[in-house]
Structures are given as C-alpha cells and as structure tokens.
C-alpha cells in the first residue's frame, strides 16, 4: 500500500553549501506540500541510531561522521504516491548517474555527498518520520 508521506533530510554538504533554500524550493515546485520541517545538527549517536540498519556496512562509520559534521534540515513531505514521487525527484544515488534536473544531479557533489536523504520506503518514511518528529509537529 502506498502512502501520501515520505521523509527527507538536506544533508550538512548541501546546507553548507547554502542549496537549502534552492533545495527546499524544488521540492514545492514539484507538488510536494511540509508537514513537518526542523532544523538541527546530528550528534555522532543520533546519527548512529537513525543509521543503526547499516551498522555492520563498511561504510556506517564514515556516513555517522559525516551526518553529525554540520547542521541538516529534516522533513516530512506529503504528496500521491510520495515515496516513489520524492525517490524520482532526488535522483540516482550518483549524481553523475542522476537524471538531469534532479537534485542529486544539481546539488550533489559525490556519491557519498549527495545532498538529500530520501526514505525508500513507505514503511521506512514511516520510521524515519517518527524518529525526528512527534505527532504534535507534523502539520495534519
């Protein structure tokens, strides 16, 4: 069953680059409506519980560092068929592989910097929605 919610965060890469605005603004434009949007800074052990699934992949220890290494912008986006419609609006993991107009492909730097985090799932946007907001802070 597919749901009207995803979960997204801007990465410290695309914040200290100053595309959080620009970022913010292709997600509108593309039809998607905030429910919720917050502005925080990961620590190394809330980065580490939110990417707790990828804890035995080589790569865990360097995604933490790099998640808690600046400040991001965490949102709950609404929109048909959210997931699969913010998954093709961000783009390949790759932004050399990502499809020209996405984010990925605007914003991102590399593979490791890609600019967003999109869930992958509607099962997970669930997840990832409710670690970082509570009820009280989601527009209904």
Do not use: C, W
């Not at 107009?101 to 099962?123: L, M």
Request: glycine content about 6%; proline content about 4%.
């Amino acid at each position: 069953m597919t749901t009207n919610r995803t979960f997204t965060m801007i990465k410290p890469d695309a914040v200290k680059a100053g595309y959080m605005g620009a970022i913010l603004n292709d997600i509108i434009q593309a039809g998607f409506s905030v429910v919720a949007l917050k502005y925080t800074r990961l620590t190394p052990e809330i980065a580490g519980k939110f990417y707790a699934v990828h804890k035995e992949r080589p790569f865990y220890a360097d995604l933490v560092r790099f998640m808690s290494s600046g400040p991001i912008l965490a949102a709950i986006l609404e929109k048909e068929n959210a997931v699969a419609e913010y998954r093709k609006l961000i783009g390949a993991t790759d932004p050399q592989k990502a499809e020209e107009g996405t984010i990925r492909r605007k914003y991102a730097s590399s593979i490791q910097e890609n600019a967003v985090h999109g869930a992958d799932s509607d099962e997970n946007a669930q997840i990832e929605g409710s670690f970082f907001f509570s009820e009280f802070e989601r527009v209904s």
